[in-house]
DNA sequence: CGCTTATTAATAGGAGTCCTATCTATATCC
DNA sequence: GGATATAGATAGGACTCCTATTAATAAGCG
């Protein structure tokens, strides 16, 4: 009656204990998106195109939220109705369009993606060093998740050409980012870098070996 | 304008970590759903009360997967109408009722809560000690969680009277479970026990204490 | 160049979640 | 006994989200 193979019970205990959270996610994610008269969805369209100035594909869009297109298409209408989301043509591509936030839209869209909610306040209750080590584990999950597919393409430090792993070995701060030119520690390993430019895959490889070798 | 606190960037990149994995989880969950004939929030309903025989009341239904009471209401029926579940009066209290699944309904719920996901096959690629980490720190975050009042209260090895922790300190298994009177390691610590019972709140402080510091 | 195939996005139609507000029945407290 | 609180269900509506289809453009191939 079943085949599918049973993963080890920790390993569904750690999926449970993010099913858990992501609960709280929902929660805090419906609070704020009401208190701005917007939906859940809406809101993470808003929180997401805030860090991409540059505008996205509404393909993208939905890839990064795992939803279908044409369920982001009715989203994207419901943004460009409140006058927070303008979609324009793509001059690269006839049959593309770019979503873009408009002014309003960008405003609304970094307080969601700032604000503080239950979430930041129980993670706010860990020690530094357990938040550094949260934080390594999740850069290890998403990279994973990326290379499975799971996950579109993020623009992670330890995929970005201008990241440095242990360039200063045996320092507090022991990476190094080109762009800015300075020493980073584990806790500011960016997720979602603004400034990412995806290093050459045999580059990224070898990086990954000198992060987590180190 | 915005007159919110902004927390430290540390704890909103930690919860971006989540949320990308929210993402995963949800994607997931649509999958192996599915898969059942469902859709996602008929699953969550089967997937936790496969792990309570004993039943739920829709309002604690509802509070843990953090919906309305009427929303609940609205997939208790269709569960019902797929035999999957039962709503039988509550001797103890004629207002109300008692959701219990079927025998098909708990199968299919065991099967969803133990299955092999995207996200599982991500853990596995961390190593043992990462993911005692990474459930320490979801322990943690659970129990704040629930002391501020996000949550249900959760089925804990922490909160309950059984636990004892650092028993046999110094050794590989420190902890120790009265119930099963077997040692005990991180990895296996229980966020949602069938044997649970909540100690006092006096004792669940102390308990705390001599967990953290040992 | 002209034809086939792929890709991007939008639309149509429908199922189902999810909300607020309201209602009934029962419990609890004074 | 009567006021208040609580558990659950229902009504009604907004909106997400899906699959399937359509329109327009791009890209590959003889």
């Not at 750690?14 to 917007?38: H, P, S, T």
């Not at 460009?80 to 989301?85: G, I, S, T, V, W």
């Not at 043509?89 to 969601?112: C, H, K, S, W």
């Amino acid at each position: 009656m079943d085949h599918a193979p049973k993963p080890d019970p920790v390993l569904t205990r750690l999926r449970e204990g993010f099913e858990r959270i992501a609960l709280v996610l929902r929660a805090d994610l419906w609070a704020a998106a009401g208190k701005a008269g917007l939906n859940p969805t809406q809101a993470q369209v808003l929180a997401l195109l805030a860090a991409r100035p540059a505008g996205l594909r509404p393909k993208e869009i939905a890839a990064h939220l795992s939803v279908s297109a044409p369920s982001m298409a009715d989203t994207l209408a419901a943004l460009e109705r409140k006058a927070l989301l303008r979609r324009t043509p793509d001059p690269a591509d006839a049959r593309a369009v770019i979503a873009r936030l408009t002014e309003e839209g960008a405003a609304q869209g970094q307080a969601l993606a700032a604000a503080a909610t239950q979430v930041t306040a129980a993670l706010a209750r860990l020690s530094p060093g357990e938040q550094a080590d949260l934080l390594l584990a999740q850069v290890k999950l998403i990279r994973t998740l990326q290379q499975a597919g799971a996950i579109p393409v993020q623009r992670l430090c330890v995929t970005c050409r201008h990241f440095r792993p242990n360039a200063h070995p045996g320092e507090a701060a022991p990476h190094h980012c080109a762009f800015v030119n300075a020493p980073i520690v584990d806790r500011d390993l960016r997720l979602d870098c603004g400034e990412h430019e995806a290093a050459a895959p045999a580059v990224q490889a070898a990086t990954w070996t000198a992060f987590t070798g180190g």
